[in-house]
């Protein structure tokens, strides 16, 4: 099993926050880790960013979330990407090409 590591989330407004994710994951979409409480936490009122990734063997969607705008998932120069298989976690890794995107959301709260 993957442990969870803290990364940086840089928002739509210029202010990085701290969220946490899987170790793995973390490794496959170029997210900067860091060590607990570099950065205040993400609010609840904000939604990150994500990509949609599809499994072209199954169909299965998958949401990356916290892309980098400067990644090149976010701005479309990249097409797939290989991460790890929710299903075979001890090494196995699936190829998922990019659906689509969503934006960050923001709530009242």
Request: hydrophobic share 40%; glycine share 12%; charged share 20%.
């Amino acid at each position: 099993m993957a442990s969870r590591v803290f990364v940086a989330y840089p928002s739509d407004n210029g202010t990085t926050y701290q969220r946490r994710t899987l170790d793995d994951l973390a490794a496959a979409l170029g997210l900067a880790t860091e060590a607990v409480g570099a950065h205040a936490p993400l609010p609840r009122a904000i939604r990150p960013r994500y990509v949609l990734g599809r499994d072209p063997a199954n169909g299965r969607e998958h949401r990356l979330r916290g892309v980098p705008v400067t990644s090149g998932l976010w701005t479309g120069a990249t097409a797939t990407v290989d991460v790890p298989d929710p299903d075979n976690r001890a090494g196995g890794t699936i190829t998922l090409n990019v659906a689509g995107r969503m934006g960050e959301r923001r709530f009242a709260g």
